[in-house]
Antibody, heavy 120, light 106 residues
Framework: QVALKESGPVLVKPTETLTLTCAVS??????????VSWIRQPPGKALQWLAH???????FHSTSLKSRVTISKDTSKSQVVLTMTNMDPVDTATYYC????????????WGQGTLVTVSS | SYELTQPPSVSVSPGQTASITCSGD??????ASWYQQKAGQSPLLVIY???KRPSGIPERFSGSNSGNTATLTIRGTQAMDEADYYC?????????FGTGTKVTVL
């Protein structure tokens, strides 16, 4: 069955670069029509979309974070990677990856999320 | 940038109907989705394309989308429906989530 699982550091220091990995199973990142997004949620706050990579490697980023966020994928490893530079305490959040069809507008599958705390 | 606005909270008695609105410019021209998020859990898709229910979602969940407003309706609300609910759409190759609504079943 379809599954996504996020992994990465639990704690990062201000100004450091965060790298998170989303390992997917039950589908291939090579599949035409399936893409993966990164979405985060600060404690007690709303969901915030960060970036998306489509099946044909098109990449879309949040306009407010575009200069800090990079999304990429390794289809051989079934992984989608998010990097975010210059981390700040306000970036403390649970980070989720989620699957979306290229022609769809919704997220049918989500990972469990990983909490990242930014603190010195 | 595009924004979606939801009421912060909605209270409902067990067995009654809860309605949650999501407002955005010409939202009715876009696909609206709704997610349920219980405490400590990942979001769960409950409505997509404005009114469709994924497999396994109870029939008491329904949706509509017209004009500037999408609405999620929960009929015969149960205690297990107590959660945060988020609307979501896409605009200019950007996913947008609503501000979120906490549904309390009193």
């Amino acid at each position: 069955q379809v599954a996504l699982k996020e992994s990465g550091p639990v704690l990062v220091k201000p100004t450091e670069t965060l790298t998170l990995t989303c390992a997917v199973s039950g589908f291939s990142l090579n599949n035409a029509g399936l893409g993966v997004s990164w979405i985060r949620q600060p404690p007690g706050k709303a969901l915030q979309w960060l970036a998306h990579i489509s099946s044909n490697d098109e990449r879309f980023h949040s306009t407010s974070l575009k200069s800090r966020v990079t999304i990429s994928k390794d289809t051989s490893k079934s992984q989608v990677v998010l990097t975010m530079t210059n981390m700040d305490p306000v970036d403390t959040a649970t980070y989720y990856c989620a699957r979306k069809g290229d022609s769809a507008a919704w997220y049918g599958y989500w990972g469990q999320g990983t909490l990242v705390t930014v603190s010195s | 940038s595009y924004e979606l606005t939801q009421p912060p909270s909605v209270s409902v008695s067990p067995g009654q109907t809860a309605s949650i609105t999501c407002s955005g410019d010409r939202l009715g021209d876009k696909y609206a989705s709704w997610y349920q998020q219980k405490a400590g859990q990942s979001p769960l898709l409950v409505i997509y394309q404005g009114y469709k229910r994924p497999s396994g979602i109870p029939e008491r969940f329904s949706g509509s989308n017209s004009g500037n407003t999408a609405t999620l309706t929960i009929r015969g609300t149960q205690a297990m429906d107590e959660a945060d609910y988020y609307c979501q759409t896409w605009d200019s190759n950007t996913a947008v989530f609503g501000t979120g609504t906490k549904v309390t079943v009193l």
